[in-house]
């Protein structure tokens, strides 16, 4: 395991590790139990976190790729965001261009 984030209320964890794995375990009376395993990462994942909503988490992937996840009609689905895109121009929080 190389990362992990509890979820607001501390139901949910999700863990992040060398394997490429992202895994999710929930917290019930009896302890923790894992509910999901997913592998949509090409590389270690090591970096995660749950938002403050605690209905989306995001992952992030030595890949050079992170994604957000979101529970959806009972499996975790997610959105990919390219990482190692630049951008053409860089504008500051002023407006102005930077070269």
């Known amino acids: 395991m190389l990362c992990l984030s509890f979820s607001p209320g501390g139901t949910f964890l999700v863990t992040g590790s060398s394997d490429q794995l992202v895994r999710v375990y929930m917290f019930a009376g009896s302890g923790p139990e894992k509910v999901a395993e997913i592998e ?5 994942v090591d970096s995660i976190d749950f938002c403050h909503a605690g209905d989306r ?4 992937s030595k890949d050079g790729t992170a994604r957000v996840w979101r529970y959806e009609r009972q499996e975790w689905k997610s959105m990919l965001l ?3 895109t630049r ?3 860089y504008i500051n929080i002023f407006g102005i261009e930077l070269q």
Do not use: E, K, P
């Not at 949509?40 to 270690?44: F, K, L, P």
């Not at 988490?57 to 992030?60: I, M, T, Y």
């Open 40 to 44: 949509d990462h090409a590389d270690r």
């Open 57 to 60: 988490f995001v992952s992030g």
């Open 82 to 84: 390219n990482m190692s």
């Open 87 to 89: 951008l053409q121009r």
